[in-house]
């Protein structure tokens, strides 16, 4: 079992930055490769950015290039979605998950075996 936690989430004005956290306990960490997911209201939950478990390969989707950087600490048991330059369409609760495949672009959520409980990102224009 992996237990995640995410911290970070507020309200943010159009074009501020956020950094969004997640702790993990349990099994090794440097096990799983991690990945964010977003859900806006209405909306399926999405893939966001993914990190191998080395932390030497990541992968994104289109939407964020550029603006968020997915980074993680083995020695801490957390990973990080550093989020700048942000949209209101960035508004979402941000999910962080664990998947046992070992490749960055693990971007399905049925590949992810575990999940935490979500914290809200609100972009106002």
């Known amino acids: 079992q992996v237990q995640l936690v995410e911290s970070g989430g507020g309200l943010v004005q159009t074009g501020g930055s956020l950094r969004l956290s997640c702790a993990a306990s349990?099994?090794?960490?440097?096990?799983?490769?991690m990945g964010w997911f977003r859900q806006a209201p209405g909306r399926e939950r999405e893939f966001v950015a993914a990190?191998?478990?080395?932390?030497?390969?990541?992968y994104y989707t289109d939407s964020v290039k550029a603006r968020f950087t997915i980074a993680r600490n083995n020695a801490k048991n957390t990973v990080y979605l550093q989020m700048n330059s942000l949209k209101p369409e960035d508004t979402a609760v941000y999910y962080c998950?664990?998947?046992?495949?070992?490749?960055?672009?693990?971007?399905?959520?049925?590949?992810?075996?575990?999940w935490g409980q979500g914290t809200q990102v609100t972009v106002s224009s």
């Open positions: 998950a664990a998947s046992p495949y070992n490749r960055a672009t693990t971007v399905g959520r049925n590949e992810y075996d575990y």
């Open positions: 990190i191998s478990r080395s932390g030497g390969s990541t």
């Open positions: 349990g099994r090794t960490f440097s096990s799983y490769t």
